[in-house]
């Protein structure tokens, strides 16, 4: 694609790396056809292919209004498109250079700054995020009831942590989220990874997607160097890597070297966290041998899985743990469009609630189709927002894996 950049952007960083992805796109529209939105709006705005005209005029100069804000804020961030494009655009990298354009020159509305600095504020950081939760339970019945659906029904426990007694050893985040909503994810990852001679061990932290994605890209940048300062010292010890139990999170943070490489502080730092990042699926996979003895004789379950967007389309692992369950003993039942986003994207279920639940509406009715007993997952966003309305119980791959083994 022919672009003539401004002046204001043209030889900036941002505008650089625009100009490289903009100049990729030949505009075919083959992406349109797997984007969540373009599918249920029937927009060409509401498609990659038409969202990245619009950023191409903004960096050319164009005025930018509330409509492009719209369709950027429609968006989920899926990276489907990617996954799609022959030509190999890097849409996600350009989609955060937009927002952040249209973030600095159209002024939202107050109660939408509102609503994301609430969200930005509180959720972040699981202490606040527990209040605000907490909050949200003891006034359940006042709330209104698309709030109230959202409540989880409970909250599982985390049980024992294995000691750290093995000389293999990787390094878990703990995140904003998961630590309130699941908290029995890392501990079930910690167990299970102990019976097959690796230590978990956890350090505190957002991995910065969440203010990042909510027009507080510098605040995202912040979480995701200060995730490297408490990780540092433990690449200095030589771990063996990065597992992360949240593929939103590990999506993040395979991405900090791209984030941060004009950081010349932090660029060498981050690419080296980014190499050294697996999500759990890859490091499991790799001991599936051993996992297979452990499981000889137990009953493995008929389950739908549900590949989130951030661990098939943005880390590339499609398949991976559908092969890993299956070669585990587990039956896997046929699931439609399973490259569609569930509709939680983060915290689009927030934002964006009526095409979030029209998504989620969509996902279960294809996740049930075939009647499992459970959904398993691989992302604490998709499994709480999809569990608001299943008709099984929806959890972490991970943790019925550390239940089948217990059992
Ligand atoms: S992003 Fe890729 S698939 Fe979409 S229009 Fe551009 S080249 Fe075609
Ligand atoms: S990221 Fe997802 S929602 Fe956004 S344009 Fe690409 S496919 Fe569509």
Same mark, same amino acid.
């Given at each position: 694609?022919?672009?003539?950049?401004?002046?204001?952007?043209?030889?900036?960083?941002?505008?650089?790396?625009?100009?490289?992805?903009?100049?990729?796109?030949?505009?075919?529209?083959?992406?349109?056809?797997?984007?969540?939105?373009?599918?249920?709006?029937?927009?060409?705005?509401?498609?990659?292919?038409?969202?990245?005209?619009?950023?191409?005029?903004?960096?050319?100069?164009?005025?930018?209004?509330?409509?492009?804000?719209?369709?950027?804020?429609?968006?989920?961030?899926?990276?489907?498109?990617?996954?799609?494009?022959? @030509?190999?655009?890097?849409?996600?990298?350009?989609?955060?250079?937009?927002?952040?354009?249209?973030?600095?020159?159209?002024?939202?509305?107050?109660?939408?700054?509102?609503?994301?600095?609430?969200?930005?504020?509180?959720?972040?950081?699981?202490?606040?995020?527990?209040?605000?939760?907490?909050?949200?339970?003891?006034?359940?019945?006042?709330?209104?009831?698309?709030?109230?659906?959202?409540?989880?029904?409970?909250?599982?426990?985390?049980?024992?942590?294995?000691?750290?007694?093995?000389?293999?050893?990787?390094?878990?985040?703990?995140?904003?989220?998961?630590?309130?909503?699941?908290?029995?994810?890392?501990?079930?990852?910690?167990?299970?990874?102990?019976?097959?001679?690796?230590?978990?061990?956890?350090?505190?932290?957002?991995?910065?997607?969440?203010?990042?994605?909510?027009?507080?890209?510098?605040?995202?940048?912040?979480?995701?160097?200060?995730?490297?300062?408490?990780?540092?010292?433990?690449?200095?010890?030589?771990?063996?890597?990065?597992?992360?139990?949240?593929?939103?999170?590990?999506?993040?943070?395979?991405?900090?070297?791209?984030?941060?490489?004009?950081?010349?502080?932090?660029?060498?730092?981050?690419?080296?966290?980014?190499?050294?990042?697996?999500?759990?699926?890859?490091?499991?996979?790799?001991? @599936?041998?051993?996992?297979?003895?452990?499981?000889?004789?137990?009953?493995?379950?008929?389950?739908?899985?549900?590949?989130?967007?951030?661990?098939?389309?943005?880390?590339?692992?499609?398949?991976?743990?559908?092969?890993?369950?299956?070669?585990?003993?587990?039956?896997?039942?046929?699931?439609?469009?399973?490259?569609?986003?569930?509709? @939680?994207?983060?915290?689009?279920?927030?934002?964006?609630?009526?095409?979030?639940?029209?998504?989620?509406?969509?996902?279960?009715?294809?996740?049930?189709?075939?009647?499992?007993?459970?959904?398993?997952?691989?992302?604490?966003?998709?499994?709480?927002?999809?569990?608001?309305?299943?008709?099984?119980?929806?959890?972490?791959?991970?943790?019925?894996?550390?239940?089948?083994?217990?059992?």
């Amino acid at each position: 694609m022919q672009t003539n950049l401004s002046d204001l952007i043209r030889d900036t960083p941002d505008g650089r790396n625009a100009e490289a992805i903009l100049r990729a796109c030949v505009h075919c529209g083959f992406c349109n056809a797997t984007c969540p939105t373009y599918q249920i709006q029937g927009d060409e705005l509401d498609g990659p292919r038409g969202r990245i005209y619009l950023m191409k005029q903004m960096l050319e100069g164009a005025p930018v209004t509330a409509t492009t804000r719209l369709h950027l804020d429609r968006c989920l961030t899926c990276h489907s498109c990617e996954t799609t494009c022959p @030509s190999g655009v890097r849409y996600g990298h350009l989609v955060d250079i937009g927002r952040k354009l249209v973030a600095e020159r159209v002024a939202r509305p107050t109660s939408e700054k509102l609503k994301r600095w609430m969200m930005a504020t509180f959720f972040h950081d699981p202490r606040s995020f527990r209040l605000a939760l907490g909050a949200g339970r003891a006034v359940r019945p006042l709330l209104p009831a698309t709030l109230r659906a959202k409540l989880p029904a409970s909250i599982p426990s985390a049980g024992a942590w294995p000691s750290a007694r093995h000389t293999r050893r990787f390094v878990a985040l703990a995140g904003c989220a998961q630590p309130v909503l699941t908290p029995d994810t890392n501990a079930a990852a910690a167990r299970v990874l102990d019976r097959l001679g690796v230590s978990l061990i956890e350090t505190q932290g957002c991995c910065g997607a969440l203010r990042f994605h909510l027009d507080y890209q510098a605040r995202g940048l912040d979480d995701m160097r200060r995730a490297i300062d408490a990780w540092w010292p433990y690449v200095e010890q030589g771990v063996e890597g990065f597992a992360m139990t949240a593929s939103g999170c590990g999506a993040t943070v395979r991405e900090y070297g791209h984030h941060l490489k004009d950081d010349p502080a932090y660029a060498a730092k981050a690419a080296r966290v980014s190499t050294m990042t697996r999500d759990l699926t890859e490091v499991v996979a790799a001991e @599936s041998t051993s996992l297979v003895s452990l499981l000889a004789g137990k009953r493995m379950p008929r389950v739908a899985f549900h590949p989130p967007c951030t661990l098939q389309h943005w880390q590339k692992l499609r398949g991976l743990a559908e092969d890993l369950l299956r070669g585990l003993g587990y039956e896997l039942t046929t699931v439609a469009d399973a490259h569609l986003c569930c509709g @939680s994207a983060g915290t689009y279920a927030l934002t964006q609630p009526e095409l979030s639940e029209r998504l989620k509406h969509n996902k279960i009715a294809a996740l049930q189709a075939e009647d499992p007993e459970l959904i398993l997952t691989a992302n604490v966003g998709c499994e709480t927002h999809l569990a608001t309305i299943a008709g099984v119980p929806v959890k972490h791959w991970i943790v019925d894996l550390d239940e089948r083994l217990r059992s």
